[in-house]
């Protein structure tokens, strides 16, 4: 029973073309992250939402924005994709304790 | 502020034998504590969560960490690896003392289970 469903799970996109990735949730949980994890690292907070508030960390690119149009979706657009965006990206979500939970991660890769 | 330090990057052990995984924090607050653990290209799994309910945290798969304040310490253990343990391991931080619950990761810690 998948509860964090992340579409695709590989995407390939080419240098600059703008890519979506998505995020859905049966938890009805209020809050969803999105986070970075580059190879052999470990996953870095790019923004979140709590409800429809919107959080972007502050060292977070311009290049990286999100939207959230219901409560079980939330979208990760990257709009000009460099090679050093290549990276896992993984999607969480918590409801009012501080567990997050995660799902399966979209790979990018950049060409 | 909050950190948390994994005291090694890579752990080697033989397939029926105990596994320790370290990990220290440091933390302004009472802090929640967490154990994921990630497979290659998949998604991080929570393993256990500390919250100060019991010191002895018990999770999945056969895990378990204990949280001793006076160390800073929560360390993760089995009694017997298997194979299927083969993983990236991270010791995570809960910021309590903010409303958004931000996690801390550790920079991990690859375990390799030999037949």
């Known amino acids: 029973d998948a509860m964090v469903i992340q579409n695709p799970r590989y995407q390939v996109t080419q240098f600059g073309k703008p890519v979506t990735l998505s995020c859905s949730q049966t938890?009805?949980?209020?809050?969803m992250y999105w986070y970075q994890q580059k190879s052999s690292q470990a996953p870095k907070l790019l923004f979140h939402y709590y409800d429809k508030d919107f959080n972007n960390e502050a060292d977070t690119p311009d290049n990286f924005q999100s939207r959230r149009p219901n409560t079980s979706f939330c979208f990760l657009d990257i709009r000009s994709p460099g090679l050093g965006d290549a990276a896992m990206y993984l999607c969480a979500t918590r409801a009012s304790t501080d567990t997050q939970y995660f799902g399966p991660g979209t790979r990018l890769t950049v060409l | 502020a909050q950190s948390v330090t994994q005291l090694d990057s890579h752990v080697s052990v033989s397939e029926g034998t105990p596994v320790l995984l370290r990990c220290n924090y440091s933390?302004?607050?009472?802090?929640?504590l967490f154990w994921y653990v990630q497979h290659p290209n998949k998604g991080l799994q929570l393993l256990l969560k500390?919250?100060?309910?019991?010191?002895l945290v018990k999770g999945i798969n056969g895990f378990e960490a204990e949280f001793k304040k006076s160390e800073t310490s929560f360390h993760l253990t089995k009694p017997s690896a298997h194979m299927s343990d083969a993983a990236e391991y991270f010791c995570?931080?809960?910021?309590?003392?903010?409303?958004?619950?931000?996690?801390?990761f550790g920079k991990g810690t690859l375990l390799t289970v030999n037949p």
């Open positions: 938890l009805n949980h209020n809050v």
């Open positions: 995570v931080v809960s910021d309590q003392g903010g409303s958004n619950y931000k996690l801390t």
């Open positions: 500390y919250t100060s309910a019991a010191t």
């Open positions: 933390s302004s607050y009472s802090p929640s």
